[in-house]
DNA sequence: TTGTTAGTTGACTGGTTGGATAAGTTGATT
DNA sequence: AATCAACTTATCCAACCAGTCAACTAACAA
């Protein structure tokens, strides 16, 4: 083997979140590659393209985020309790992010999803994808509280369907009004849309 | 006065369905003033800026829109039909741009908004402004819904929040699946989030 | 110690960008 | 027909962009 370095990791890691602080179009290589401390030549010994870089930044933070997931989701918990600790998830992480920020950021996914949708399948297919595995969470705890009957809904993946969009929906919102005090609605919105029998902490 | 001429107007509306059709980073001046067919010094001699540029386009949107909005909203017409008559206008709308494009566009507004909207504070409050008009229509509606007891909700205002936050992320996911299909969910499922006694043709 | 592999460097290319302007043309008003 | 604001044209530029490359260096294995 040859050297090693952490030159990929730093990419990928500045990358995601200049992405998400900013736009995919308003970032540049250059600009990346600067924030990373990583010369334009590694860049492109690693990264084909801009979009091969953002691709893998998306894959790597979903890995990264995914075990807080499970951890939230976990078969321990009520599944209507999975739901509102999702909630505060969503909500902590914007919060965090707007913190540091200045202004919500909204959901990372979907902002790139948006923007390129029309103009790079690759990653529109990304997006496509990483918004799957979300949702299947919500989809799977759903299920389940119509197995436990504290939900009155047919069927739980059109429910999830609904569910996931008004989330996405609002943090849309949030972003755009810069306004963190919308998606304190989200919780409870979401037990009323599903017919919970009671609101859960 | 001196002459006048058409090219602020093709300005605007190329900028409009170009930005669009792919985003607002991905779209340039000068691609711009190609496809209007007018040079650059005549853009700078009407705008200063891209931004201000995509502003106006907007805003002529909005106003070129407005009389349909009003002709879906108008009170002639029963309340919980305006939100059915909506939701038709959406998937028309919809397809048609996806017939002429090739992929579905999703909602102007939202799209420009989350992209810009932690960049240029400008285009920020403007697309704020313009999902502001555009949610009063589904509030009133909802009012009056709830005046004639059509509909089981506490607050209107809440309601059309809750509403529009789901119509918004719902044109924000078939964009990202590129699937029109989604799209059909609209009505059924505000009625339902509203409580509605009754579906409406 | 030497060969091989993996990663690094930064200057370079050639095209595009937003932004600007000077000089010219047009046409409604007087 | 004279006036002058409104508009057009062609061109410019510095900054920035994605992408290339050949020379270089560090780590490991034999």
Redesign the interface.
Known sequence: MGRTSDAKDKLLQVAFDLIW??????VSIDQICQKADVNKGSFYHFFRTKADLAIAAYEVHWRQKQPEMDRIFSPQVPPLERLSRWCDYIYQTQKVKAEK?G????CPY??V???????DEKV?RK??EL?ERNSKYVESAIAEAKREELVCVTDPR?AA??V???????L??A????DLKMLR?LAP?IMK?LGAKEVVA
Chains 1, 2 share one sequence.
């Open positions: 602080d900013n736009s995919y179009g308003a920020y202004h919500i950021c909204g979907a902002s999803g948006v923007e390129l949708a029309t103009q529109r997006t496509e918004i059109t369907q609904q996931y969009s008004y989330a996405l929906g609002l849309l919102q972003k755009i009004r810069n609605n919105t849309m």
